[in-house]
């Protein structure tokens, strides 16, 4: 009978450090958590004020972001810190499809008074997997079937 109170008692004494342990685990997941959602709603919720910082007493040069998903046809562009256009210029953003062949247009567009724009959602060829996405400055009445202008940005993946 002794033996078995001993027993139990070892038992029971490693049981609770076992226990002790994972409280002062799940207390430390659970800051952990914590700091991750606080992270998570700062960059993701729409009244977070985005604030670019650049090299001080450089001028702002032109940026894009492209979001596209080929096999669903969506595409999300933004630009910011782009030049006023002249009335006769446009700017047009081209898909470089991966596979090679010809630029596809994905959309023109002009940008606001501070210099941003987006293009969302423009009719372009079903499934077409992009290597790379550019911006050109063309001429607002010239046909628009390729890249005829001056690259202003590009980028790919």
Do not use: C
């Amino acid at each position: 009978m002794l033996v078995v109170v001993l027993q139990l008692r070892r038992e029971n004494w490693a049981l609770r450090e076992s226990v002790e342990q994972l409280g002062s685990l799940v207390g430390k997941q659970t800051i952990e958590l914590e700091n991750a959602r606080r992270v998570a709603d700062a960059i993701t919720a729409p009244e977070a004020q985005r604030v670019k910082l650049v090299a001080a007493k450089t001028p702002a040069v032109p940026r894009g972001k492209a979001f596209y998903l080929h096999n669903k046809n969506s595409l999300v562009f933004m630009a910011s810190n782009l030049e006023p256009l002249a009335s006769d210029k446009i700017y047009e953003l081209w898909l470089l499809p991966r596979r090679g062949g010809p630029p596809i247009a994905a959309g023109l567009f002009k940008p606001d008074a501070n210099g941003s724009a987006s293009v969302v959602n423009p009719p372009l060829p079903a499934g077409v997997e992009a290597k790379a996405f550019a911006v050109t400055l063309e001429q607002e009445s010239g046909p628009h079937d390729s890249p005829r202008g001056t690259a202003v940005m590009a980028g790919g993946a």
